[in-house]
């Protein structure tokens, strides 16, 4: 079976179910950060544990909208395929290592925090827009909500000037690295008239 070209679907329905895995782990993220605020019990699960299901709920949409035809959402903004789905499934591979190797790096700098967790699965959903992105507006919100995150994860550290040191080094470096993504953007569009 042939996949649908892009040009052949109707590129100006909204299609939200085509960005299903970014709705679960956004809602789940969210839901994180709920359960780090209110869940203040002694036996409580560990908010780890919650990030953790979040990104498997986030991987099991993933996985249950793969293998189908190329599908497109927002004006043709955003694509679903099979190599998009590879690539999620991938980094939520990665950002679950990741979060599995910091638990003891975490726990013993007094970093065993929710939002630790809350900002690895909002750098998450920034990949997961990036990943799907058709139009270089849409790669350019999903790079700034991945970066937004990251430079909140390096100052993580609040009572270490080296933490504090490199995130703003990293936050200085990253708004001129978008300014100069942004300007070629403009050029972009000043020359084809289309991002």
Do not use: H
Not at 17 to 41: F, G, K, W
Not at 61 to 78: E, I, K, M, N, P
Not at 87 to 111: D, E, P, S
């Amino acid at each position: 079976m042939n996949p649908t070209p892009i040009a052949a679907i109707d590129a100006t329905a909204l299609n939200l179910i085509v960005a299903l895995p970014e709705i679960v782990l956004l809602v789940a993220a969210c839901a994180v950060v709920l359960y780090d605020v209110l869940a203040r019990s002694v036996n409580r699960v560990g908010t780890d544990r919650v990030a953790l299901l979040a990104i498997a709920a986030a991987g099991a949409t993933v996985l249950w909208q793969a293998g189908g035809d190329t599908r497109v959402a927002f004006g043709g903004s955003y694509v679903a395929d099979a190599l998009s789905s590879l690539l999620k499934v991938a980094a939520c591979v990665a950002v679950a290592v990741t979060m599995l190797y910091a638990r003891q790096y975490n726990a013993g700098r007094g970093l065993d925090r929710g939002e630790f967790y809350t900002l690895a699965l909002f750098a998450l959903l920034g990949q997961f827009v990036m990943i799907s992105a058709n139009d270089l507006l849409v790669v350019y919100l999903g790079l700034e909500l991945m970066s937004l995150s990251l430079y909140a994860l390096a100052a993580l550290r609040r009572d270490s000037a080296v933490a504090t040191e490199a995130a703003i080094k990293y936050f200085v470096l990253g708004a001129l690295a978008s300014g100069f993504l942004l300007y070629g953007m403009s050029m972009i569009y000043g020359g084809t008239g289309s991002l």
